[in-house]
């Protein structure tokens, strides 16, 4: 990577839950190969952390224009039918994330009504669920800043930046 690129704050976010994810698990195999016993608190953990790891990414993808697509009829189509395909793609990815950020808002909302405890280790589930939402609109940031960048210069690999 060149010394003027910026490395956004997702792609940091992914690093750290990957490299938490491999020490909570390395440590699990390794006492419980040493004394039969493990911890508990690794699935919830990891779990929760490969949540984050998951939107983290996507949040990267969208913004770099490296996220799963079909692209056969973009290849196709000429520069004012391209803008309108991708406005659409950006209205669904839109409206989905809208979804599960309201959705994940409302849940996360509704678990810290009802002071619900993670059944693993008594949490309150509320601190793992109020990522949902968060993460689901910085997807959305993300991928409004590549629809942007599409329509002024079309379908060109975005360089990472924040």
């Given at each position: 990577?060149?010394?003027?690129?910026?490395?956004?704050?997702?792609?940091?976010?992914?690093?750290?839950?990957?490299?938490?994810?491999?020490?909570?698990?390395?440590?699990?195999?390794?006492?419980?190969?040493?004394?039969?016993?493990?911890?508990?608190?690794?699935?919830?953990?990891?779990?929760?952390?490969?949540?984050?790891?998951?939107?983290?990414?996507?949040?990267?993808?969208?913004?770099?224009?490296?996220?799963?697509?079909?692209?056969?009829?973009?290849?196709?189509?000429?520069?004012?039918?391209?803008c309108?395909?991708y406005?659409?793609?950006?209205?669904?990815?839109?409206?989905?994330?809208?979804?599960?950020?309201?959705?994940?808002?409302?849940?996360?909302?509704?678990?810290?009504?009802?002071?619900?405890?993670?059944?693993?280790?008594?949490?309150?589930?509320?601190?793992?669920?109020?990522?949902?939402?968060?993460?689901?609109?910085?997807?959305?940031?993300?991928?409004?800043?590549?629809w942007?960048?599409?329509?002024?210069?079309?379908?060109?690999?975005v360089?990472?930046?924040?």
């Amino acid at each position: 990577m060149s010394k003027n690129k910026k490395i956004p704050f997702e792609s940091w976010l992914g690093v750290i839950a990957l490299a938490c994810i491999c020490l909570i698990s390395l440590a699990n195999v390794i006492v419980r190969y040493a004394t039969d016993v493990s911890f508990a608190f690794t699935e919830e953990y990891s779990v929760f952390l490969m949540v984050v790891l998951a939107f983290a990414g996507a949040a990267v993808a969208a913004r770099t224009n490296e996220h799963i697509r079909i692209s056969l009829i973009e290849h196709h189509l000429g520069k004012k039918a391209k803008c309108f395909f991708y406005t659409l793609q950006w209205l669904g990815s839109i409206i989905v994330l809208g979804l599960v950020a309201w959705y994940g808002g409302v849940l996360t909302w509704e678990e810290y009504t009802y002071e619900s405890l993670s059944p693993g280790l008594g949490y309150p589930t509320w601190i793992y669920l109020i990522w949902l939402p968060i993460l689901s609109l910085t997807i959305m940031l993300r991928c409004t800043q590549n629809w942007l960048e599409r329509l002024r210069y079309g379908d060109v690999e975005v360089e990472e930046q924040s």
